[in-house]
C-alpha cells in the first residue's frame, strides 16, 4: 500500500487532455513540495516535474502541474501515442525523513 | 555529467544476501545523499533509505529495517546497499538515485535486477 494514493489507470486518444491525481497527508505533500516521474517500460523512471511545478529543461510544456493542500495532479495536454508510460507521484515526508511515492498511474493512450 | 553506474544482475536463493553498488560520478559524491528504491516486476517505487555519503549516517524506510544496511566508500565515489534474509518478494529492480529535494538535479542510476529462486 503505497503512502500517496494516485489512480492505477488512465487514458485519453490522442490530442486529448487527461489529468492524475496524487492524495497525500500532512506530512508530505501537505508539508512538501511534489515531483512527477514518467517511466517506459524497461528504463528507470525520468523527472518530469519538480517543486510542484517545474519542468526540467527538454520536458515538453503540455505537462503540467499544480498542488493544492495534501493533494497534487499532473496534466497532459496534446495527448501523444509516446505519452503512454506509468506515471508515479513523490513527495518527501518528514515523519519518515524520506521519500514517498504513489502506486502509479499507468496511462493508455486509445 | 552526472552518472550512476550500477552493478549486474544478481540470482540468489531465498535467505541469501545481495550487495548492490553504485558508482557515481559528474558530481561531489560526499555532497548528496543516495537514495535506494525497489521496484517489484509490476509493481510501483518503493524507497527503501537513504545514506549520506559524507558522514555515512543512514535511515531505512520500517518496510526494510533490519534486513538493509547501506554503506560507502568515498575513496571510489560508490554506494553499496546490502538486503538480507532474501525471499522471493524481493525479487525486483532495485535504483540508487540522487534524489536532492526540492532540485532538478535528480538522477537515477540504470538499475539491478535481483532473481530470488531456489
Known amino acids: 500500500q503505497s503512502v500517496l494514493t494516485q489512480p492505477p489507470s488512465a487514458s485519453g486518444t490522442p490530442g486529448q487532455r487527461v489529468t492524475i491525481s496524487c492524495s497525500g497527508s500532512s506530512s508530505n505533500i501537505g508539508s512538501n513540495t511534489v515531483n512527477w516521474y514518467q517511466q517506459l517500460p524497461g528504463t528507470a523512471p525520468k523527472l518530469l516535474i519538480y517543486?510542484?511545478?517545474q519542468r526540467p529543461s527538454g520536458v515538453p510544456d503540455r505537462f503540467s502541474g499544480s498542488k493544492s493542500g495534501t493533494s497534487a495532479s499532473l496534466a497532459i495536454s496534446g495527448l501523444q501515442s509516446g505519452d503512454e508510460a506509468d506515471y508515479y507521484c513523490a513527495a518527501w515526508d518528514d515523519s519518515l525523513n524520506g521519500w514517498v511515492f504513489g502506486g502509479g498511474t499507468k496511462l493508455t493512450v486509445l | 555529467q552526472v552518472q550512476l553506474v550500477q552493478s549486474g544482475a544478481e540470482l540468489k536463493r531465498p535467505g541469501a544476501s545481495v550487495k548492490v553498488s553504485c558508482k557515481a560520478s559528474?558530481?561531489?559524491?560526499?555532497?548528496?545523499?543516495i537514495h535506494w528504491v525497489r521496484q517489484a516486476p509490476g509493481q510501483g517505487l518503493e524507497w527503501m533509505g537513504w545514506?549520506?555519503?559524507?558522514?555515512?549516517?543512514?535511515n531505512y524506510a520500517q518496510n526494510f529495517q533490519g534486513r538493509v544496511t547501506m554503506t560507502r566508500d568515498t575513496s571510489i565515489s560508490t554506494a553499496y546497499m546490502d538486503l538480507s534474509r532474501l525471499t522471493s518478494d524481493d525479487t525486483a529492480v532495485f535504483y540508487c538515485?540522487?534524489?536532492?529535494?526540492?532540485?532538478?538535479?535528480?538522477?537515477w542510476g540504470q538499475g539491478t535486477l535481483v532473481t530470488v529462486s531456489s
Open positions: 559528474g558530481y561531489t559524491f560526499t555532497g548528496h545523499f
Open positions: 517543486t510542484n511545478n
Open positions: 538515485a540522487k534524489l536532492d529535494w526540492g532540485s532538478v538535479e535528480v538522477y
Open positions: 545514506i549520506n555519503p559524507k558522514s555515512g549516517r543512514t
